[in-house]
């Protein structure tokens, strides 16, 4: 298997699809590239063609599966937010359709602009292997890579008297996880863990910013050892790993999503994954 140091998915002018392994985290659109037309012939440099980048992907293999979400994984957000940490991780999905591409335009509808729309900036993993019933010290071999998320929601479905508590449906509206903009291979992305920090901007305004090792509960690892019990995990599973304190719902006054707005979040060592959101109709928010 061909190790990579940073991947990217990406689509031609025509329309195809191709994988790209480089050496930077902002691969550059209008670039002529080494490419493949799947994952494996990356991973067994196979098939190598030239093809021209026009339009970030989401950098994954499979795109066709649900996404774990975390929630209550760093200190930071849960003192914002008064609430008590867990025993282990709160899991929840997102559906295939949410995902969403590097500097894609996210859309908003009414019905999701009129509910409190709001942005947490993410470290995001993606599984090597399918597991099940992992320890910690083995889920390291099931990584593949670590990229940046965006976890959108409407606050509003969140509260207890609209969903009992259960978080899916606020989250798992069409286009609500950007991911990207590549994809960095475990050993790339572990030589900045210890110091790595996360920054979510909107608008160029910093409105998260934090070290995660030092604010962040349960490790990738512990994530998708726990994920997996008694639970088989597919290979490609995207897990969004939770978000640090400075969420709009929280900040006072609330600074929650606007039509228009640009919400980029860095990750050191992975680069920054950059969207905007339009309120479909023209509506802006109701705050």
């Known amino acids: 298997m061909t190790a990579f140091e940073y991947l990217y998915h990406f689509e031609t002018e025509e329309g195809e699809g191709f994988f790209a392994k480089g050496d930077s985290t902002e691969p550059v659109i209008g670039a002529t590239v080494t490419a493949y037309p799947t994952f494996e012939d990356l991973l067994g440099d196979d098939n190598a063609t030239q093809a021209t980048v026009t339009k970030l992907l989401p950098p994954i293999p499979q795109t066709n599966l649900a996404i774990y979400c975390v929630g209550l994984n760093y200190k930071s957000h849960a003192k914002e937010a008064s609430l008590n940490v867990p025993s282990n991780p709160p899991l929840w999905t997102k559906p295939a359709a949410s995902l969403a591409a590097p500097n894609e335009t996210i859309p908003i509808s009414r019905f999701c602009a009129s509910h409190?729309?709001?942005?947490?900036?993410?470290?995001?993993?993606?599984?090597?292997?399918?597991?099940?019933?992992?320890?910690?010290?083995?889920?390291?071999?099931?990584?593949?890579?670590?990229?940046?998320?965006?976890?959108?929601?409407?606050?509003?479905?969140?509260?207890?008297?609209?969903?009992?508590?259960?978080?899916?449906?606020?989250?798992?509206?069409?286009?609500?996880?950007?991911?990207?903009?590549?994809?960095?291979?475990?050993?790339?992305?572990?030589?900045?863990?210890?110091?790595?920090?996360?920054?979510?901007?909107?608008?160029?305004?910093?409105?998260?910013?934090?070290?995660?090792?030092?604010?962040?509960?349960?490790?990738?690892?512990?994530?998708?050892?726990?994920?997996?019990?008694?639970?088989?995990?597919?290979?490609?599973?995207?897990?969004?790993?939770?978000?640090?304190?400075?969420?709009?719902?929280?900040?006072?006054?609330?600074?929650?999503?606007?039509?228009?707005?640009?919400?980029?979040?860095?990750?050191?060592?992975?680069?920054?994954?950059?969207?905007?959101?339009?309120?479909?109709?023209?509506?802006d928010s109701i705050l």
């Not at 090597?128 to 509003?156: H, Q, V």
């Open 116 to 283: 409190l729309p709001d942005y947490e900036g993410e470290l995001v993993f993606v599984t090597a292997r399918e597991c099940r019933n992992i320890t910690p010290e083995e889920a390291s071999s099931c990584i593949l890579g670590y990229t940046i998320g965006n976890d959108l929601s409407c606050r509003f479905f969140q509260l207890p008297e609209q969903s009992g508590g259960q978080f899916f449906y606020a989250k798992a509206f069409d286009k609500f996880a950007p991911i990207g903009p590549v994809l960095a291979g475990p050993h790339v992305f572990n030589k900045a863990r210890e110091t790595a920090s996360l920054v979510t901007s909107v608008n160029g305004e910093v409105r998260q910013n934090t070290v995660i090792q030092n604010d962040m509960i349960f490790s990738p690892e512990r994530v998708l050892s726990w994920m997996s019990q008694s639970t088989t995990i597919p290979a490609y599973t995207v897990v969004m790993t939770g978000t640090p304190a400075g969420v709009g719902v929280f900040q006072k006054p609330r600074q929650l999503l606007n039509n228009g707005d640009v919400i980029e979040v860095e990750v050191t060592g992975l680069g920054k994954l950059k969207n905007r959101v339009v309120f479909e109709e023209g509506q």
